[in-house]
Structure formats: C-alpha cells, structure tokens
C-alpha cells in the first residue's frame, strides 16, 4: 500500500512538470512567434527604404540620400480603411510617407529616433505609393493617370481639417492653373491621434536652407528643431 502511494505521488508530480514544461514550452513559442510578427513590418520597411539608397530618381536625375533604418524599429503598416478608422476612433501616431520621396528620408531617420527615445512602441505608417491619385495636364486639358486607392476619399474627409482650403493644382507649360476639385495629402505628413481627434500634425520637415536641395541630408541644427516638433507630437496623444 505503501508503494502504491509512492508510485501515485511520483506519477503527480511527473505530470505537474509536464504541465509545467508544457506551459513554458507555450510560453516560449507565443513570446518567440509574437516577437517575429511584430518584426516582419519593421525588417519591410528597412528594406524598403535602404533599397533606394545612393540610387537615381528616374523624375529628375537627382540621387537618393542614404538612410539607416534600424533592424528593430516601431513601424507598423496600415491600410487606408485602418487609417480612418485610427483617425476617427482611436490614439496613435500615424506617418504618411513613401521610400521615393525625398522628404520622407529625411524625415524618417528623426522620427524613429525620437520614438525610441520616447518609447513609443508602435507608428502607424500608411505607404502613400499608390494611394493617392496622379493627374497630368495634356493639351491643356487635365487628365487623372492613375486612380486612387478605395477609401481615398473617406481618409482626405477624415483629415480636412488640417489639409487646408486649398485644393490641389497642376500647373502647365504655358503658367495656366488646372484645378483638381479635391485636397491633396503631401508628405510626408505625421499625424498626433487621441480618442479619434487630430491634436498635432506636421506636413515636411524643415525650412532648407538657400543652398540645400530636398535631397540633402538634413543639418544636426535642423534635425534637432524636427526632434523637438516630433517630439511635442508625440507627447501630445499622451495627456489626459
């Protein structure tokens, strides 16, 4: 009887240490899966944006600045439906960028900087390549080439009130004005978000100086000043 109870002990707690193992074992493999999906945006967007480094924009011959991306970075990527929706119902920072423009590389490398710093765990980042519409003017007549993405219209309603009166225009060879109708999102353009209302919001970087083109690395003067506006934005949707 005795053995019996011995033997019945050592069964217990071998299967206590199953369940213990077993439970570690989840542990591990939730802590390493969640870790690796939350890093496959932050690896795209570094390979996305360090691709263009040093090589020439098409547009205008113009060489792209170099940028470093780090490997473990907050960027998260959204759609255009998940970035009314933060807008509109939830907190957050949202960047509007894409790798090809030169204000964006220069922007990105401070942004980034300052949400490691502020321990901001996570940025939006809507990839504006082929969100927004394109338009040319042929013949004098204005022409969309290429058309938005769904739900285009319903983000420019969700950010009017910071995109200003003005509607977007085209200018032809001769000087002559051609109206779109409609806004127009310019980047990159980042956005402070609490409890679905826009408090702070910056369109560019900063003011260039005479001799600095929009390619050109930005100075440690002017960095600062962008850290400290990125920096207020952030804070913002942090108070109560």
Request: proline share 2%; charged share 30%; with cysteine.
């Amino acid at each position: 009887m005795i053995v019996v109870v011995k033997n019945m002990k050592n069964k217990n707690i071998k299967i206590i240490l199953i369940i213990i193992l077993l439970l570690g074992v989840g542990y591990v493999y939730k802590e390493y899966f969640t870790k690796e999906d939350n890093s496959k945006d932050a690896l795209r967007f570094k390979e996305e944006y360090e691709e263009l480094n040093g090589t020439i924009r098409e547009s205008d011959d113009a060489k792209y600045n170099s940028v470093k991306i780090p490997r473990h970075n907050p960027i998260k990527y959204i759609t255009v439906k998940e970035a009314v929706e933060i807008i509109q119902k939830e907190t957050g920072v949202i960047y509007f960028g894409a790798n090809w423009c030169p204000w964006c590389r220069n922007a990105i490398e401070v942004l980034i900087d300052v949400a490691k710093q502020k321990k901001e765990k996570k940025i939006y980042y809507l990839d504006m390549d082929k969100v927004r519409n394109t338009w040319e003017v042929v013949n004098g007549n204005l022409n969309k080439v290429t058309n938005e993405e769904e739900g285009y219209y319903d983000l420019l309603k969700a950010l009017d009130s910071i995109l200003g009166d003005q509607t977007y225009t085209l200018t032809d060879e001769f000087g002559n004005i051609h109206d779109t109708g409609e806004k127009r999102i310019y980047m990159p353009l980042i956005i402070g978000v609490k409890n679905g209302k826009i408090l702070k919001n910056h369109t560019g970087t900063i003011t260039l100086k005479e001799e600095q083109t929009k390619y050109d690395k930005l100075t440690k003067e002017q960095k600062q000043d962008l850290k400290k506006i990125y920096s207020e934005l952030i804070d913002a949707t942090r108070k109560d």
